[in-house]
């Protein structure tokens, strides 16, 4: 069994549009993360949530605006795509209550490519 | 601000050598310093990690070394084999609060065979 799972895996679509990301954890997590990966390989936190509750949403364009609808699932919605915006986006999650020192548990990751 | 600094960018090894990731940190608050490993495609993935009471921790091939005082740690490989071939990132967390992990920007590691 997955234990984080993100969908799409692949992800072409033009500038301007509109694009979703899902993501959905199975080991009873409290805390959900999406990471931005660019061409270089850095991890670049983009937000994180806390049983449902946006703890971290660091300087992210407003574009992009998470969805948790629980604590199992934390989706990213883009508006307005622009070629910048190309990368991988990774879904993560770690456990108990507190968000530190815990295992980070990452998804596959999200291949995003805006022509 | 950079609160911690990995390096090499990138490292190519031989088959059998030894393969060395440096990391360095600035906020002697943390206390939780563990390595992730991402193959290609791949999502990263926890390989080893250690807390600053220990100066050393192996698993296997994988060796973490950790110099409080320098508040610097590296993670080694021994015996470097081409599957060893990934990116990886060291990170720094406080354990007990609500500190999300540091990550390093990474080393990309070629063991050619």
């Known amino acids: 069994d997955t234990a984080v799972s993100q969908t799409p895996k692949y992800l072409v679509t033009q500038m301007g549009n509109d694009k979703s990301i899902k993501c959905e954890q199975n080991?009873?997590?409290?805390?959900m993360y999406w990471y931005k990966q660019d061409s270089k390989k850095f991890l670049k936190i983009m937000f994180s949530?806390?049983?449902?509750?946006?703890?971290i949403n660091e300087t992210v364009p407003n574009r992009f605006s998470p969805k948790s609808p629980d604590k199992a699932h934390l989706n990213l919605h883009i508006n307005s795509l622009e070629l910048g915006d190309s990368a991988v986006y990774f879904c993560?999650?770690?456990?108990?209550?507190?968000?530190?020192?815990?295992?980070?548990?990452f998804g596959e990751g999200s291949w995003l490519t805006v022509v | 601000q950079q609160q911690v600094k990995q390096s090499p960018q990138s490292l190519i090894v031989q088959k059998g050598g030894i393969s060395i990731i440096n990391c360095a940190y600035e906020?002697?608050?943390?206390?939780?310093f563990p390595w992730y490993q991402q193959f290609p495609g791949k999502g990263p993935a926890l390989l080893i990690a250690?807390?600053?009471?220990?100066s050393e921790k192996k698993e296997g091939r994988f060796t973490i070394s950790f110099n409080k005082s320098a508040k610097q740690f590296s993670l080694h490989i021994m015996d470097s084999q081409p599957g060893d071939s990934a990116t990886y990132f060291c990170?720094?967390?406080?354990?007990?609060?609500?500190?999300?992990?540091?990550f390093g920007r990474g080393t990309s590691l070629i063991v050619h065979p």
């Open positions: 993560a999650s770690s456990g108990l209550s507190g968000l530190s020192g815990n295992t980070i548990y």
């Open positions: 080991l009873g997590h409290d805390t």
């Open positions: 949530y806390n049983n449902k509750e946006l703890i």
């Open positions: 906020n002697t608050a943390f206390d939780y």
């Open positions: 250690i807390r600053p009471d220990v």
């Open positions: 990170a720094a967390s406080i354990l007990g609060g609500s500190y999300i992990p540091t």
